[in-house]
């Protein structure tokens, strides 16, 4: 589904990403693990179009995303959550899920101003997708509160959910249990393992091994804006290069 090949960014005299390649498959969990500063949101940025490589190229379904607008890709069908929570705060958890889908709309703007049946029509199927959402991610108690004022844990849960309701193919995570309880975390691998099976393809940056190994078909670890390995979570586990670049050499 997802393909990088030889993906380079650099700024200025610092190289954030180098020769990166990797495949996200499609229908699984690929997880993207490194130690801080390793450059895993960079790789996210590029992916999502908020940044661009230097040099390698970047496909989605056999487009050439390399240099694609962000609007462009969300299109194509990819979509993401960041590690600092963007949630239009003074609006519902619900009205965050219908701003997620305006771009489902149909409906031109003489029909939304004169209430046209199909813009009616329209608006109940979108609410009503809203709230089969956020029933699925356990928020429908909050559905009418406002985004600032939810819990941490609730806003994480939101802002999943917020992605899920653009209605991609490829959903991009970025530290999404940043801040969560054990149980929370072990909750939204369940609520990530459920959107697997349901079809959605998932690449997911994560420092909680927990859910790295309850998730993940496939890991990817960065280091230096490097893949210095890859495979399943067990392997990585045992992966004498993997130890190295998290816990350093024993002569160090």
Known sequence: MLELINVSRHFGGLQALLDVNMVVPMGKVVGLIGPNGAGKTTLINNISGLDHPS??????????????????????????????????????????????????????????????????NEEKRLKARA????????????????????????????????????NPRLLLLDEPTAGMNPTETRELGEQILRMRDDGLT??????????IHQVCDLVYVLNFGQIIAHGTPAEIKNDPVVIEAYLGREDD
């Open 55 to 120: 040099s390698g190229t970047i496909r989605f379904l056999g487009h050439d995303i390399s240099r694609a607008a962000p609007h462009r890709i969300t299109r194509l069908g990819i979509a993401r959550t960041y590690q600092n929570i963007r949630l239009f705060g003074e609006s519902t958890a619900h009205v965050n899920l219908l701003i997620a889908q305006h771009g489902q709309g149909r409906a031109s703007f003489l029909e939304a101003l004169t209430f046209f049946p199909r813009y009616l």
């Open 131 to 166: 709230d089969d959402i956020l029933a699925q991610f356990g928020l429908s108690h909050v559905a009418h509160t406002q985004a600032a004022n939810l819990s941490y844990g609730d806003q994480r849960r939101l802002e999943m959910a917020r992605a899920r309701a653009i």
């Open 202 to 211: 998932i690449l997911v940056i994560e420092h909680d091994m927990s859910l």
